[in-house]
């Protein structure tokens, strides 16, 4: 069944690329399997970037549309994805898209890289297709991508002019994204939150720059407590950060003056939550959180 919905996905794709997104010389997106889950369906449903296809899903315009985008190694059914769902449906009764790239983000970190473009691009294209079938608005859809696919969510983004309400780029990608331009930025959405957890160090995971209208530290952006100095995990911790914000209201970041202010744990400025799934958010700059070791943090 699975390999027949990505080949319709892919000759449609093909066959209504829009120049807004740009040239889609590469067909990595085309691989691009998407799951559907609420809260009155039991089993996740498949569904391709046909209007046909949507149209025939469980999604409604009236509720907010929250896209899930895995990382380098990661598939539609592990790390972050059953998590910050279950969690997120657990609170609100949204439509929660799950993107599995695994045809390639289980390929070698490198192949990953080049495939990120593309998987981000078909993924602009969906989300047009979602409006204009009418199961969702630009303004209550919110991207949520760890690792490389914090960078997928920015192609995303950008492939519908940054209009989207949110992206939440979890621990970003550094490795070959550090000084590369096209790595997620603030103009890939209305409001762009970044969660950075594994940004300093060798072997650093992630990125230790300012890449939104909000970046926050969590205990100074490396690190984390309970990792045993493992970059694996302060880089994982990214995402139970933001599966925790959905159901609890202690995350709250201290805004910084400045990234030396952060740097030295002497944030004392104004409070924000960190995460969550609200589509509109304020404030914007540095901010650091200091958090424990074991979930809800």
Same mark, same amino acid.
């Given at each position: ?14 066959? #209504? ?14 691989? #691009? ?9 039991? *089993?996740?449903?498949?569904? *391709? ?47 929660? %898209?799950? /993107? ?13 890289? &080049? ?12 989300? *047009? ?5 009418? /199961? ?55 409001? /762009? ?54 159901? &609890? ?39 650091? %959180? ?8």
């Amino acid at each position: 069944m699975f390999p027949k919905l990505i080949l319709v996905s892919a000759a449609f794709v093909a066959c #209504n690329a829009m120049h807004s997104f740009g040239p889609l010389s590469s067909k990595h997106g085309s691989f #691009n399997v998407y799951y559907l889950y609420t809260r009155s369906s039991l *089993n996740p449903e498949v569904f *391709n970037s046909s209007l046909a296809s949507i149209q025939e899903t469980s999604m409604i315009v009236s509720r907010n549309t929250t896209i899930i985008v895995h990382g380098h190694g990661g598939t539609g059914f592990n790390t972050l994805n059953p998590t910050v769902k279950d969690a997120l449906l657990r609170v609100e009764d949204a439509d929660v %898209i799950i /993107v599995d790239w695994s045809q390639y983000s289980l390929q070698s970190y490198s192949n990953a890289v &080049n495939a990120v473009p593309s998987v981000g691009t078909y993924l602009g294209l969906l989300i *047009n297709q979602l409006v204009e079938a009418g /199961v969702a608005t630009l303004d209550t859809i919110h991207i949520v991508g760890f690792g490389l696919g914090a960078h997928v969510a920015g192609y995303a983004g950008r492939g519908v002019n940054g209009h989207v309400a949110r992206i939440t780029g979890l621990d970003p990608s550094g490795n070959q994204w550090g000084t590369n331009s096209n790595r997620l930025r603030s103009s890939d959405a209305k409001y /762009v939150e970044v969660i950075h957890t594994d940004g300093f160090g060798l072997g650093a995971n992630g990125i230790g720059t300012n890449l939104g209208h909000t970046d926050i530290y969590a205990n100074g952006g490396e690190g984390q407590p309970g990792c045993l100095f493992s970059s694996a995990c302060s880089h994982q911790r990214a995402w139970e950060l933001f599966a925790a914000s959905l159901t &609890n209201n202690h995350l709250n970041a201290h805004f910084c003056n400045s990234f030396t202010e952060m740097r030295f744990n002497r944030c004392r400025g104004f409070l924000i939550p960190i995460g969550t799934n609200a589509m509109v958010k304020f404030g914007s700059g540095v901010f650091r %959180i200091n958090t424990g070791r074991r979930y809800p943090y």
